[in-house]
């Protein structure tokens, strides 16, 4: 399997990573950055949903509505944190996980092109894996604050471990009703630029 420096594939079987590092540890101070103009800071971690209650409400929302909700607000975001991200919006992003039976730390970004992370190099953004190449995702456990998730390619398998939430859940929904209706054109797509929007929308209720 080749490994290549912008685009990189990880299955379970020779993987070719940097692990100089003593750390797998993530301190999200690293990745807040103070604008000049107003002092605002941007905190990847506040983009997670924050309870079950929620995470089951998203996971819902996803299953019932014919749309897919698109992330403009954490595009912008890593774009202003400085990572290279390509034309399309996410429509799933969680802000700690373990990538491989390496246990790389770094957070999961999830588009139309594929999944990508910063578990390589905490300060680039890095395709751990191709939609092209997904053939199944998998819920291997779930405990109470929790989950690990395989991702089933033509290249082998990816394991991505959630240690402190369980926001995977919502991309298990979005795999498993609307991934495919995305390819053939057949959901609406609602773009969202600010975390308010979205979090409004999922808490309207279902027509």
């Known amino acids: 399997m080749a490994i290549e420096k912008e685009k990189t594939e990880l299955g379970d079987q020779n993987i070719k990573i ?19 103009s107003d002092a605002t800071e941007i905190n990847l971690g506040d983009f997670d949903l924050d309870n079950d209650e929620l995470v089951a409400t998203a996971s819902s929302k996803i299953k019932e509505e014919k749309a897919l909700a698109t ?14 991200t390509n034309n399309h919006n996410p429509f799933f992003f969680t802000s700690l996980v373990n990538v491989s039976d390496k246990e790389l730390s770094g957070f999961l970004y999830v ?14 953004l890095h395709l751990i894996c191709s939609w092209e190449s ?9 405990e109470e604050s929790s989950m690990r998730i395989d991702i089933i390619s033509k290249e082998g398998k990816l394991t991505i471990h ?12 979005i795999y498993k ?17 600010t975390q308010e929007e979205y979090l409004n929308w999922l808490h309207e209720k279902t027509a």
């Not at 992330?71 to 290279?84: N, R, S, W």
């Not at 997904?134 to 779930?142: M, P, Q, T």
């Not at 959630?162 to 929904?173: A, D, F, G, I, Q």
């Open 162 to 173: 959630e240690p402190y939430s369980k926001n995977m859940l919502v991309l298990l929904s």
């Open 177 to 193: 009703n609307s991934w495919q209706k995305v390819l053939k054109g057949e959901i609406n797509i609602i773009a969202f630029e």
């Open 18 to 36: 940097d692990t100089s590092s003593n750390s797998n540890e993530i301190n999200w101070a690293d990745f807040v950055m103070a604008d000049d």
């Open 134 to 142: 997904v053939k199944d995702i998998e819920l291997v456990e779930e």
């Open 71 to 84: 992330l403009v607000y954490v595009k912008t975001a890593l774009c202003e944190l400085g990572y290279e």
């Open 111 to 124: 588009n139309r092109d594929g999944f990508y992370s910063n578990c390589q190099e905490k300060s680039e």
